[in-house]
């Protein structure tokens, strides 16, 4: 029976790749690499992400502090290592904020995920592919994410890696279209607006992060993934003007506020 249930499992749709190539790590930059796909057969869902993060020796947990964070029927558990510049109290609330902005977004009022975020220190190498069967009960999946040179640097990371994933995990999880689970540009544009946000701010440095030269042979899943994110960065750049940073409360972040608001109102409607 279980071996039937695979094959069909095997047969549908994805959103988001899990096929990444071991050279992987050498191409990302400093800031990581995310993938989440979602197999579904009615209430039985196989769940599956890499994190990939570029260093020089394999981490190992030392002292790790684990913090629980909840809302609603969001539970949040965030691994911190102990030489982290970010409190685990930050970023409980950060990556709450991140996963709460995805849901809005996609029209979700109520978020039934468990997630667990593995905080990794600089210059520690990471490429894991996680996996999780779900029976009818509450998604659950794991994401590993570096911490970079500063405070804000590793908020930013995290804030736009989580509202991206989670926009493609809300929205297969809940059943809608893979139109909408698979879009690329939803995630990316869900990112760097979460920054803006979220963070009340966004840093024009934050658009070319990531992306990949499309002569590398890389999958096609990976390759229009960072088309798309191009694309986003690409539309986002006349907000700046000349300045490096748009904030929230001027004229400039109101108007991407507002732009972000309906570009992704209009992914979701289709």
């Known amino acids: ?49 890499a994190s990939v993060i570029p260093g020089h020796q394999n981490y190992e947990r030392d002292n790790a502090q684990v913090t629980q ?7 949040l558990t965030v691994e911190t290592p102990s030489a982290s510049v970010v409190s685990p109290d930050a970023s409980c609330r950060y990556l709450l904020a991140s996963v709460m902005y995805a849901a809005r977004n996609l029209g979700i009022a109520k978020v039934d995920l468990e997630i667990r975020i593995n905080l990794v220190p600089q210059g520690y190498f990471i490429h894991r592919r996680d996996r999780f069967w779900v029976f009818g009960g509450t998604p659950r999946t794991a994401y590993w ?15 736009s890696s989580i509202a991206h994933e989670t926009t493609h995990l809300l929205a297969f999880t809940t059943g809608m279209p893979a139109t909408i ?3 690329e540009r939803a995630g990316h544009l869900a990112g760097a607006c979460a ?18 030269n499309e002569k590398l042979e890389l999958s096609s899943e990976i390759t ?36 972000c608001h309906s570009e992704l109102s209009k992914i979701i409607q289709r």
């Open 195 to 212: 920054e803006l946000e979220i963070l009340g701010e966004i840093k024009r440095d934050r658009l070319s992060l990531g992306y990949f």
């Open 181 to 183: 689970a698979t879009n």
């Open 145 to 159: 994410i570096p911490l970079l040179d500063s405070e804000g640097e590793s908020l930013a990371n995290m804030v």
């Open 224 to 259: 229009d993934s960072s088309r798309s994110g191009a694309i986003v960065s690409r539309d986002l750049l006349p907000f700046f003007d000349q300045a490096s940073v748009v904030a929230l409360g001027t004229p400039a972040g109101q108007r991407m506020r507002a732009y």
């Open 69 to 75: 964070c909840r809302g609603q029927q969001l539970r």
């Open 1 to 49: 029976m279980m071996l039937a249930l695979l094959a069909i499992v095997g047969a549908l749709s994805i959103t988001g790749c899990v096929s990444v190539p071991k050279s992987l790590h050498e191409l990302v930059s400093a800031e990581g690499a995310l993938m989440t796909s979602v197999l579904r057969l009615g209430p039985v869902m196989l769940i599956r992400t």
